[in-house]
């Protein structure tokens, strides 16, 4: 148990700096689908096989292929090594432990997270999907909604605005001519 | 136990003879070593016995290929050829391993080991025999579609990391036909799920089990696993790049696509990637629709149960010979129409169909209502297509009678 919390953490962590440090841009989206793969096998370790199935079918499936392509179609993979907003390391590092610390001292003074009563719950798959079928059927069926509008309106979107009003002004007749060719 | 207990056992009961073994074995080691042992010998059969499938597929397609072709195929090495994968594999050892000085040299060599490794974790769920998985996860269908959903990003580190066109278009193109098929393969997958009530692949498997008189059990013989078989060994087709979806590949247009750039022992990682991935998905099939190592006939059950998932992985496998030799590659735009136009409207109605046949009462109506919605579904999308694309019988000008 520590000796797989120990390499699954050094290999979620040595991603996130990777991500973080690497010059080129599709180096760090192939650095962070690493620590997306991490953090599925980190609920793995916990016992939370839904949540690191959904984990590494959504983000290493299809995030890491979504940011990916966007950099490839963006022509933004051959971009030259950029200059951050702060010029001093000194003041990066700084900023960084001030809010690392801070999250930190919020975490442990909440009283959200009491160590002392955490028992490990035992979920299984189907009480999962009980629970998304009776209790919380109304959220799942807005995002369902939610996402398909968002991909009809992706669709709209991509489609060429050109070939559709063609389409429309064209008349059944030219295309029963243009079939006897096909 | 010792030595003769075991054969005993065995002989009394065939089906369990390397279950019995690994106990066996197991039970030979100390208290501490026994889970690592358990483990390793869980694993070991599935690392040898499916690249050991490759090799024995790689000739039997380039047999079976040159016998389509008119031609003779292999024969030079051993009797009738059967030697050659030996041959391909020393070949593929000693071969030099070029890499294109502009490659990028970490992304290129990790590639190939990216698309095996996922490939061969998925066979942890499948159910190769009675009491033969090797972790029976209670979201196993989920298992298998996740570690599988990196079969995508290994491509585009090949196709990017060779910096050439053609790999990087092979790249795209594979990434894009993936995507698109990934819907269909989940979505007809899911009507098994509704049925069973379970993501465990041995559930499923258990769920098939019995015969109606003389057939069997199997969701493949109700009309929405009918449906969804053939939606699934579509996808599943398109999902591993072979014929006639092979335009990633495309010989033709663009060398091999996105393995283009890759010599030696990564091309031959490349190969068995894709081979095992036919397999496992083929194996996914069986246990999903064809009763997994279940017997098709009631007389037939003293065969052992393994026997019976090779014997239909190697039906699956000679199917995908004859389709890749008989069938000519799509092209791009056909491909997309198909998957999002055709396929995934068909298998959203083909979850209804499965919804239906739960709720109506078991007998000849629900055979009907379901088959004739399928059937509607079918013709309706098939005809509406056509329709919508003008397509029309051929004129032909010249060549009447």
């Known amino acids: 148990m520590e000796l797989a919390f120990v390499i699954i953490a050094t290999v979620t962590l040595g991603g996130a700096v990777a991500v973080m440090s690497l010059r080129h841009l599709v180096h760090c989206a192939l650095a962070l689908v690493v620590t997306f793969a991490g953090l599925g096998a980190m609920y793995l370790l916990l016992s939370a096989e839904f949540v690191a199935f959904v984990q590494l079918l959504v983000y290493v499936g299809a995030v890491a292929i979504l940011i990916v392509f966007a950099l490839l179609l963006t022509r933004s993979a051959t971009v030259e090594p950029h200059q951050g907003l702060l010029h001093s390391k000194v003041a990066g590092v700084g900023i960084a432990l001030l809010a690392f610390g801070t999250i930190i001292s919020a975490l442990l003074t909440s009283s959200r997270f009491d160590r002392t009563q955490i028992t490990a719950p035992s979920l299984t798959v189907r009480q999962i999907g009980e629970e998304l079928m009776t209790r919380y059927v109304l959220p799942l069926e807005v995002i369902g909604l939610l996402l398909t509008a968002a991909t009809i309106g992706a669709v709209v979107i991509a489609m060429d605005e050109r070939k559709v009003a063609d389409r429309s002004k064209s008349a059944e007749p030219e295309h029963a001519a243009e079939d006897k060719h096909g | ?401």
């Open chain 2, 1 to 401: 136990m010792d030595i003769g207990q075991l054969i005993n056992s065995i002989l009394n009961d065939p089906d369990q003879v390397f279950v019995l073994t690994k106990a066996f074995v197991v039970g030979k080691f100390p208290e501490g070593a026994q889970p690592l042992v358990s483990i390793l010998l869980s694993i070991l059969p599935i690392l040898s016995v499916f690249p050991g499938l490759f090799a024995l597929t790689t000739i039997l397609e380039r047999k079976g290929l040159g016998r389509i072709q008119n031609r003779m195929g292999p024969n030079r090495v051993g009797p009738f050829g059967i030697l050659q994968p030996v041959a391909d594999g020393i070949k593929a050892l000693i071969k030099e391993d070029v890499v294109p000085r502009a490659a990028d040299k970490v992304v290129h060599f990790l590639a190939p080991v990216v698309i095996v490794i996922p490939v061969i974790m998925s066979y942890a769920v499948l159910p190769v025999g009675r009491n033969m998985v090797a972790i029976d996860l209670d979201a196993g269908l989920l298992f298998f579609f996740a570690v599988g959903a990196s079969t995508e990003l290994a491509v585009f580190m090949a196709g990017w990391s060779s910096r050439n066109k053609y790999s990087l278009l092979g790249a795209m193109r594979a990434i894009g036909q993936m995507i698109s098929y990934e819907i269909p393969l989940i979505l007809s997958a899911i009507t098994v799920v509704m049925a069973v009530g379970s993501l465990s692949t041995t559930s499923m498997v258990d769920a098939q089990a019995g015969y109606y008189g003389w057939l069997p059990n199997w969701y493949v013989f109700t009309p929405w696993g009918f449906a969804g078989f053939l939606l699934f060994l579509t996808a599943a087709t398109a999902e591993s790049n072979r014929s006639p979806f092979d335009i990633p590949e495309g010989e033709s247009e663009i060398i091999a696509g996105y393995f283009v750039e890759y010599s030696g022992f990564k091309f031959a990682l490349f190969f068995l990637g894709e081979y095992l991935g036919l397999f496992a998905v083929s194996g996914l099939a069986i246990t999903l629709f064809l009763g997994g190592w279940h017997a098709p006939l009631p007389f037939l059950e003293w065969i052992p149960s393994w026997c019976w998932f090779f014997v239909k992985l190697m039906c699956f496998i000679v199917l995908f010979i004859w389709l890749r030799g008989t069938l000519p590659r799509l092209r791009q735009d056909q491909l997309m129409n198909f998957a999002w136009k055709f396929m995934l409207p068909l298998t959203l109605i083909n979850i209804v169909v499965a919804g239906i046949w739960r709720f109506l009462e078991p007998g000849m109506l629900r055979w009907a209502v379901c088959a004739a919605i399928l059937a509607a579904a079918y013709v309706l999308l098939a005809r509406g297509l056509t329709a919508a694309r003008g397509v029309a019988p051929r004129e032909y000008r010249y060549a009447e009678n």
